[in-house]
């Protein structure tokens, strides 16, 4: 470790992974998917416990800044029962409707049910590409 200095060498680590992630976007995804797999859910909760009043702030912020995805998703919840698993791991824990395209009327094949695990994976896929 060149750094003595704790803060610095985890300040120099975090520039060296963002360049490398840059570097190389395939791999980096790949790795992303793997380790949200695997913590996915721990750091869902760790941050929802933590940020409570953000939470309900950033869901009508959500509302505001998307209101075509809000109403969607709000007609979907109202006419759709969620599957019973989830559609690409059959977990049965943590579902949701997750969208494919968002639309006016909403269709049943614009979404599918997706486990919090398999939904997290769809849309960090989605950031990546
Ligand atoms: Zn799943």
């Not at 750091?43 to 969607?72: D, G, I």
């Amino acid at each position: 470790m060149p750094y003595k200095d704790k803060n610095k060498a985890r300040e120099y680590q975090r520039i060296y992974q963002i360049s490398w992630r840059k570097k190389n976007p395939e791999l980096s995804r790949k790795i992303s998917v793997k380790h949200y797999k695997k913590n996915g859910n721990k750091y869902q909760k760790l941050w929802q416990s933590k940020n409570r009043e953000k939470n309900a702030f950033s869901s009508r912020e959500y509302a505001k800044n998307n209101p075509l995805k809000w109403k969607v998703g709000m007609i979907t919840r109202l006419n759709w029962e969620k599957d019973k698993n989830c559609g690409i791991c059959k977990s049965t824990k943590r579902l949701g409707h997750h969208h494919w395209r968002y639309r006016l009327p909403v269709q049943r094949k614009d979404f599918s049910t997706l486990c919090s695990e398999c939904h997290g994976i769809q849309h960090s896929k989605r950031r990546f590409e």
